[in-house]
């Protein structure tokens, strides 16, 4: 089991027992990080059971953030976005902060081949719950509640 001092370094942290943040860069290796962080911080609290689902779901909001809530502009390092895990009484939420105000759209795709579109779905159907809040002065959160016991 690794140790809160194991993540502490200038991207992330193990704010407490129950948290744990990362910024997100916005890259193949960023992606790769993210995925990598959320394996451990599950490993330290036990919850390695549910590390397929909370990857899952932690790729595709990072995603949608890099893609969504950056202005088309600006470097993919010139805004913050942030991944956040907290540990809950009976669940876990995964919730990722980026700078848009635009809202998440959870579009039909009608097209089964489409590559893209499917994020939020995804997200749907492996949390239990999944919403988004508005940042002041700008931003938004996305965030989806993953039970941490596997119902059978």
Not at 59 to 83: M, V
Not at 84 to 97: D, E, I, K
Not at 108 to 128: F, K
Request: aromatic share 8%.
């Amino acid at each position: 089991m690794s140790s809160p001092a194991q993540f502490r370094s200038r991207e992330s942290v193990l704010d407490s027992s129950r948290t744990a943040a990362l910024r997100l860069a916005g890259s193949r290796e960023g992606f790769a990080e993210a995925r990598d962080f959320t394996h451990r911080t599950l490993d330290t609290w036990s919850l390695g059971h549910r590390a397929d689902d909370t990857v899952t779901v932690v790729t595709e909001l990072a995603a949608n953030a890099f893609l969504h809530g950056l202005p088309y502009s600006a470097a993919p390092d010139a805004f913050d976005i942030r991944l956040r895990l907290t540990l809950r009484r009976s669940h876990l939420m995964c919730a990722v902060t980026d700078p848009g105000d635009s809202l998440p759209v959870h579009p039909y795709t009608g097209d089964p081949l489409l590559e893209h579109g499917r994020g939020l779905h995804i997200v749907e159907a492996l949390s239990e719950h999944w919403g988004w809040t508005r940042r002041s002065p700008v931003g938004k959160t996305v965030w989806a509640m993953l039970p941490t016991r596997i119902h059978f």
